[in-house]
């Protein structure tokens, strides 16, 4: 199974949205940062709550700790490859935990005050939390990003 790296794309609208209480925007890291092993972050998303059910009727949050390089590359070898530079898992890797499933990708990830840092990518078809989920890591994607936006 092959999953894509760079799995990020960006929208450009034609008119301004409307910022309110219930629109907001969401900070963007640095270029090349990092956040630790173990931290704990916020996924958000619409997918479905358990694999094969049904999608969410209400937006999703779980805490979800940031899962190390190595052990994401163990729990998912049989899933697809995990390149570091562009990829980040979340999760514990333990049955019963949190983690995204089908529906959530493009969703995001939270660390810190309300600072994207992740973007839901691609994890175990069932949504088996015995294995991580992949996140594509946006701060690969800084210098893109301003350059689209400013271009």
Known sequence: MAHLKNDIALLKLK???MLSDKVNTVCLPEQGSRVGDGKICYITGW???VGGGDVADLLQ???LPVGSPA???EQNAA???VDEASMICGGSGQPGEAGGCQG???GREECGKWVLRRIVSWGHSMCKT???TVFA??????NWINGKMNG
């Open 15 to 17: 008119t301004p949205v």
């Open 47 to 49: 997918g479905r709550t």
């Open 61 to 63: 949050q779980a805490m």
């Open 71 to 73: 052990d994401c590359r």
């Open 79 to 81: 899933l697809g490859p």
């Open 104 to 106: 959530d990708s493009g």
């Open 130 to 132: 015995t294995h991580y």
């Open 137 to 142: 890591r946006d701060s690969s994607y800084i």
